[in-house]
């Protein structure tokens, strides 16, 4: 038997991993799973705005060729202004690099940026997209803390201690995945400020920096920190219900100098794949001129908004149960009192759960975090059927506890 790259022994996927398989397996054989796995909003009856459907229709001749390998001139300029809009300096259409979702671009710029044995800090819990591009780099993943008492900001004592010789980059994910945090301004410059003094690399994933609720106002890493080289990644797959699409980019900014080589890096790649898919990229226009269609998601009677009420109501209601109420996004990762419940670990939990009640969450050791019995949920589904399951979630707990 041919063996597999060793690059991939640590690579984990799982949210759609093996609890997903076994819901795929129980819905084949005719049992309906509610999967609160994936934030897809479509799949639960969010539909593109008409901006967005406008503009590819009028404009879907224009896809036809290969676009310049960085993106269409078009959308780089509206990306551009709408960065300059939140604070970021000295940018220009000729820095960003539009390409199939965030995934892409955040492969891209692992791999011109992470060599053998570089490490970089990530933060527990994590997406995977990016522990697994690190591995697939070569590099080593090291995880500091995001502290859950402190709303699940970053504790930059950890953050520092964990900083060696071979630490090139520090990755911040905010709003974050999975916990829905907001990470406060003062947080944020002291990431800066440690980046500043270690000489790293920021890398900043504000996919959801459109998502935010309550009146606050996020802050882009890279505008409070303008001398620091630093990569903002984002798109339009979750603030306009395209994930599909694949319609992400990312932005150098900072001195120019220090990420040159990196930047022609990227450009190598980017030239070894021809260009991003050009008909996401014609939508890019439209949608960044259409807040509306996002915004009334976000506010009371919103759906957003009104499904993250419920799914925390629901919460709220179960004894042994604790959440930090998340500001973005679709994500909530709450806990579990390990003393009152008969569970191994959060994987046995998920997979009873589903077993008994057809309901797919993913644990916390998914997304790197294993200091406690956590579990991410996807606030999606219309709030009377969250409702519904965080009922379903009360009933099961309390069946299994001690």
């Not at 998502?211 to 001398?227: I, Q, R, Y």
């Not at 406690?372 to 009360?394: H, N, S, T």
Request: overall charge negative.
């Amino acid at each position: 038997m041919i063996a597999c790259s060793d690059r991939l022994t640590y690579v984990h996927s799982d949210i759609r991993g093996p609890l997903y398989q076994e819901a795929l397996r129980m819905e084949a054989a005719g049992t309906p799973v509610l999967k609160l796995n994936t934030g897809n909003p479509a799949r639960f009856g969010f539909t593109l705005p008409i901006s967005v459907r406008r503009a590819l229709a009028q404009h879907i001749d224009e896809a036809v060729p290969y676009c310049d390998v960085r993106g269409m001139q078009s959308a780089r300029d509206v990306i551009c202004t709408y960065h300059i809009g939140k604070g970021l300096k000295g940018v220009r259409p000729d820095d960003i690099f539009i390409g199939n979702g965030v995934s892409e671009m955040a492969s891209m710029l692992m791999e011109a940026l992470i060599g053998t044995g570089d490490e970089i800090l990530l933060p527990s819990p994590c997406y995977s997209l990016w522990s697994n591009n690190t591995y697939l780099c070569g590099g080593v993943p090291v995880f500091y803390r995001c502290d859950p008492a402190n709303h699940w900001n970053p504790d930059l004592e950890d953050m520092e201690r964990k900083i060696t010789p071979k630490t090139k980059a520090v990755l911040v994910i905010n709003p974050n995945n999975p916990t829905g945090a907001l990470y406060s301004r003062e947080v944020l410059l002291g990431i800066a400020e440690l980046a500043r003094k270690h000489h790293l690399v920021l890398l900043a994933d504000e996919i959801y920096d459109r998502l935010v609720m309550d009146g606050l106002v996020h802050e882009s890493l890279a505008a409070l920190a303008p001398d620091q080289p630093c990569v903002t990644f984002n798109g339009l797959s979750k603030s306009h219900i395209i994930c599909g699409f694949r319609c992400g980019w990312m932005i150098f900014s900072g001195p120019k100098d220090e990420l040159k080589d990196v930047r022609d890096g990227v450009m190598k790649l980017a030239a070894m794949r021809l260009c991003g898919n050009a008909l996401t990229q014609l939508v890019i226009p439209a949608a960044l001129a259409d807040s509306a269609s996002t915004m009334e998601m976000l506010v009371p009677g919103g759906r957003l908004y009104e499904q993250r009420g419920a799914t925390l109501r629901g919460l709220e209601a179960i004894e042994g149960a604790s959440c930090e109420r998340n500001d973005a996004a679709f994500y909530v990762f709450p806990a579990l009192d390990r003393e009152m419940f008969r569970f191994k670990d959060a994987g046995d939990f998920c997979m009873k759960f589903l077993h008994e009640c057809q309901v797919l969450v993913i644990p916390g050791p998914g997304f790197d975090w294993h200091e406690d019995l956590r579990f991410r949920i996807v606030m999606l589904p219309q709030p009377a059927e969250l409702e519904d399951a965080m009922g379903k979630l009360g009933g099961f707990l309390q069946r299994h506890r001690r």
